[in-house]
């Protein structure tokens, strides 16, 4: 009986809800349509941590560890898969480190056991959802979960005794930490850097300025236009950090929360934006630079980022890989709609904060209710299990 391989590379929002639905979903249409040739198909998800972590909680996470246990944020991945059977699906926990487009093959090597000898994969049909890394372990996980977990321990230790905090990023994440642990610890200099010429880039100016009001208001200092070129700490934990401008802060506590790159250096170079993205050769369809391979979420060319992005393109992308395997004999592709409309939610401490959604900019308490209260702590198990795909 023949194989056909389903290889979904990555374990976070995009990743898990695509294999979710993949397995729940596409294979059984896939396999009862072909009863008759004998195919069967079978989903591997290789992930290269074995937890996954909510890293949109991160600010309130590294603040403090009475506000939301660590141990809520990280969830074991093959937890949510234990429904499925081994004949249908594998969790492979390994970093993809290369990928061979003739022999399509995939080589992996333990992350957590890195003298191990690596694990060839086979693939008929690829999912690229491997996301994008941070400068920081505190916003995405390097190989282990507990290099983020350390790392967010060693932030919440440490500020407690701190006099000064540098954040660097005027985005959502150098906003929102700024305000957590300005309401947290009133008494301690913190410095934004925004790294531009405002706050919150993506949102129009007049939320950003206020979201700069809102944390001026709570003590933050705010600087425009210089950026973090280096920054290297000493034996004792300060940290001295290298401006753009030539100057140098030394702080107790220094936060990147910059520096976004595409999970991609696997890849070959001809499936690649310039800025080293997964070409998409349209962004209603998701289809990959080559026949057979797909791409969702942050490491995309199409993706403008965010968990909204991410959920919408789940569905019309599995949509599309049962139309192309079925020949277009099953199901009808449901075409990607992007929401390309302003929409940003950012919280500026546990009460509220700024945001638009669709293009309507949102009071504080529509921050409040939707992400500024617990950073949709609840939704984390059903990410993990894909509640949000039970139904096709």
């Known amino acids: ?35 008759t040739n004998s ?48 004949s249908n699906f594998e969790l492979i926990i390994g970093e993809a480190h290369s990928l061979n487009e003739s022999a399509k093959t995939v080589e992996v090597k333990d992350t957590y056991n890195p003298r191990s000898p690596s694990r060839t994969v086979l693939y008929s049909t690829l ?31 440490a500020l407690p005794n701190s006099k000064t905090v540098l954040i660097a990023g005027g985005g959502p994440a ?3 930490t700024a305000g957590e642990i300005a309401t947290l610890f009133p008494k301690i200099e913190i410095t934004l850097l925004s790294g531009a010429d405002r706050l919150l880039t993506r949102l129009r100016p007049a939320i950003g ?38 100057s140098v802060r030394v702080v107790d506590v220094y936060i990147s929360a910059t520096g976004i790159r595409p999970n991609t250096a696997f890849l070959p170079k001809s499936w690649l934006t310039e800025k080293n993205y997964v070409i998409t050769r349209d962004s209603t369809s998701l289809r990959g630079p080559v026949d057979g391979v797909y791409a969702i979420g942050d490491v995309a060319g199409y993706s403008l980022g965010g968990a909204l992005d991410i959920m919408d393109a789940v ?40 945001g638009s959604v669709f293009g309507w900019r949102v009071p504080s ?16 198990p059903g990410v993990v299990t894909g509640d949000k795909f039970v139904k096709a």
């Not at 590379?9 to 349509?33: D, N, Q």
């Not at 302003?342 to 700024?354: D, L």
């Not at 308490?365 to 984390?380: E, H, P």
């Open 315 to 354: 569905r019309p992308l599995c949509s599309t890989i049962l139309n192309d395997l079925s020949a277009g004999k099953v199901g009808k592709p449901q075409p990607f709609k992007q929401t390309v409309t302003e929409t940003q939610i950012v919280p500026i401490g546990p009460s509220g904060g700024v």
């Open 174 to 176: 150098g906003v929102e």
């Open 127 to 157: 999912v690229l959802a491997t996301g994008a890394s941070s400068e920081s372990p505190l916003w995405s996980i390097p190989g282990s979960h507990q290099t983020t977990i350390s790392a967010l321990e060693s932030t919440q230790s």
């Open 209 to 246: 300025a206020a979201a700069e009001s809102q944390l001026l208001g709570m003590g933050v200092k705010m600087v425009h236009n210089i950026r973090a070129e280096r920054a290297v700490s000493d034996v004792s934990g300060v940290t001295e950090v290298i401006l753009s401008d030539g």
């Open 365 to 380: 308490f529509v921050v409040w209710l939707i992400k500024s209260r617990d950073y949709m702590i609840g939704m984390v």
């Open 39 to 86: 195919t069967t198909y079978k989903l591997t998800l290789i992930s290269a941590t074995t937890h996954f972590y909510h890293k949109v909680g991160a600010p309130r996470f590294l603040a403090s560890p009475d506000l939301i246990p660590l141990s809520k944020a990280f969830h074991p991945i093959a937890d949510g898969f234990t429904s499925y059977p081994s």
């Open 1 to 35: 009986m023949a194989v056909h391989n389903i290889v979904v590379i990555g374990a976070s929002y995009a990743g898990l809800g695509t294999a979710h639905y993949l397995l729940r979903h596409t294979i059984p249409s896939l396999e009862k349509a072909s009863s």
